[in-house]
C-alpha cells in the first residue's frame, strides 16, 4: 500500500515536498516514480527512482527524487513550481530495479495528493 501526502496550494515559485510511503512492503527493492494527472489530460510521468534519479524534461533542474529506505518512504521536492504543475501526484511502485515512464508498467499506486500552484 502507498499513501502519497503533501500536496496543497502554493504560489508560483514556490515549493513542496511530496511524500510517497510504502507498507507491508520492502521499498528498497521496488523502482519508485511520480506521475500527475490535469483535469482533461492523460496521466503523466515526471520522475523515477531506482539507485538514481530520472526525470521528465518538463521538470529537470526543478524537481529532485528521492528515497529513505529505512523510512520506507519516497519524496519529490519542487522548486520553482509554475501554474502548469497544477495536477493530482501519484506515487507509483514496481518491484525490482527497473523504471518506466509509462504508467502501465506499475503495478501499485497511491491515492493521489492534489497540488495547486497559482499565478
Known amino acids: 500500500q502507498l499513501q502519497a501526502s503533501g500536496g496543497g496550494l502554493v504560489q508560483a515559485g514556490g515549493s513542496l515536498r511530496l511524500s510517497c510511503a510504502a507498507s507491508?512492503?520492502?521499498?528498497?527493492?521496488?523502482?519508485a516514480a511520480w506521475f500527475r494527472q490535469a483535469p482533461g489530460k492523460e496521466r503523466e510521468f515526471v520522475a523515477a527512482?531506482?539507485?538514481?534519479?530520472y526525470y521528465a524534461d518538463s521538470v529537470k533542474g526543478r524537481v529532485t527524487i528521492s528515497r529513505d529506505n529505512a523510512k520506507n518512504t519516497v519524496y519529490l521536492q519542487m522548486n520553482s513550481l509554475k501554474p502548469e504543475d497544477t495536477a493530482v501526484y501519484y506515487c507509483?511502485?514496481?518491484?525490482?530495479?527497473?523504471?518506466?515512464?509509462?504508467?502501465?508498467?506499475?503495478?501499485?499506486w497511491g491515492q493521489g495528493t492534489e497540488v495547486t500552484v497559482s499565478s
Open positions: 507509483a511502485a514496481r518491484y525490482g530495479g527497473v523504471w518506466y515512464d509509462r504508467p502501465d508498467m506499475y503495478d501499485y
Open positions: 527512482i531506482t539507485w538514481s534519479g
Open positions: 507491508g512492503r520492502t521499498f528498497s527493492n521496488y523502482a
